[in-house]
């Protein structure tokens, strides 16, 4: 099997484990806070043993020298896991999906803002199709049953934070942050640890708190890997697989129907990402394939 097959297999396993994420937030019988505590101790102390037992204490002391950027970056994480837990609680988990795929657009936003890159007509294409689809979501919120504007809203924040977290690692691309990734985990547990009440999710419920643990563990261990053999337009691309299983297998499971107006929207944005990916994807492998020019005789 070649790296880039490897690359496709590894991230695509990764996306398909992270798909029951929503499905387990409706199924665990706690409150927000509670559910987020128990996601961040499970997923986030199993994540920090692998990582201790692979690699020690280096990659945390990498981390740890990258200064306020690095933990802009862990705080910034940490942030969006009680957030996304909160939307799937106040709307329907076809709304949440469908909002924090809007991430990207708001990392090209932040990436002009503060890092200087520009936005190609490209992305400004991109950003009309999905603000329009998100606009489609939040109109039908009134009249979808389990969906509402507030949930959206924080999803909408949700996404916001990732595409935060997002540009603060393009400027530490020279580290690994994955060691970040459980500080992030647990840090979020402590924070929501005096709101929430850890014993009240357990008792009768404790295979969904650790299947939701491992879920999670298997997901975030599994995309942190697969990335590193293909390009960032096949990610994308194979991310938006959750935004489209995710709702379908609730639906599936436990009845929720997403509502025509948020499949109506949801298609807009996932069709807008799509083809956005794909043209990216196909300039970068003519870019690749294009020929070289021929080096010129020596100069004298």
């Known amino acids: 099997m070649t790296d880039h097959a490897k690359g496709l297999l590894i991230t695509t396993l990764g996306v398909l484990f992270v798909v029951p994420d929503s499905l387990f937030i409706r199924l665990i019988e706690a409150d927000a806070f509670t559910i987020t505590f128990w996601r961040g101790v499970t997923a986030g102390g199993a994540i920090l043993v692998g990582l201790l037992l692979v690699q020690g204490t280096r990659g945390f002391a990498d981390v740890a020298r990258t200064g306020w950027h690095g933990a802009l970056y862990t705080v910034l994480l940490g942030a969006a896991a009680p957030g996304f837990v909160l939307a799937v ?13 809007a991430m990207p657009v708001f990392a090209a936003i932040f990436s002009r803002i503060f890092l ?14 999905v603000f329009a689809g998100l606009g489609l979501i939040a109109y039908g919120s009134g009249e979808t049953e389990g969906a509402a504007l507030r949930g959206d809203l924080v999803a909408l924040a949700v996404a916001a934070i990732f595409a935060g977290a997002m540009t603060t690692a393009r400027r530490l691309r020279a580290v690994s942050m994955v ?23 357990m008792p009768g419920q404790w295979p969904l708190v650790l299947g939701h643990g491992a879920f999670i563990t298997l997901a975030t261990s599994l995309m942190t890997l697969g990335p590193r053999y293909i390009t960032s337009a096949e990610v994308a691309l194979l991310i938006l697989l959750e935004s489209v299983l995710a709702p379908l297998l609730v639906w599936a499971v436990i009845g929720e129907d997403p509502g025509h107006w948020a499949l109506a929207g949801g298609a807009i944005v996932i069709g807008a990402l799509f083809v956005s990916n794909l043209v990216a994807l196909r300039a970068r492998r003519r870019l690749r394939n294009a020929p070289q020019p021929r080096a010129g005789p020596p100069v004298p």
């Open 116 to 129: 200087g890159e520009p936005i190609s007509r490209r992305i400004v294409l991109t950003m009309t199709g």
């Open 89 to 101: 609680t106040w709307t329907s988990v076809a709304n949440v999906v469908f909002i924090i795929a």
């Open 179 to 201: 060691p970040a990734v459980p500080l992030a985990m647990l840090g979020a547990s402590l924070a929501v640890w005096p709101f929430a009440t850890p014993g009240a999710a």
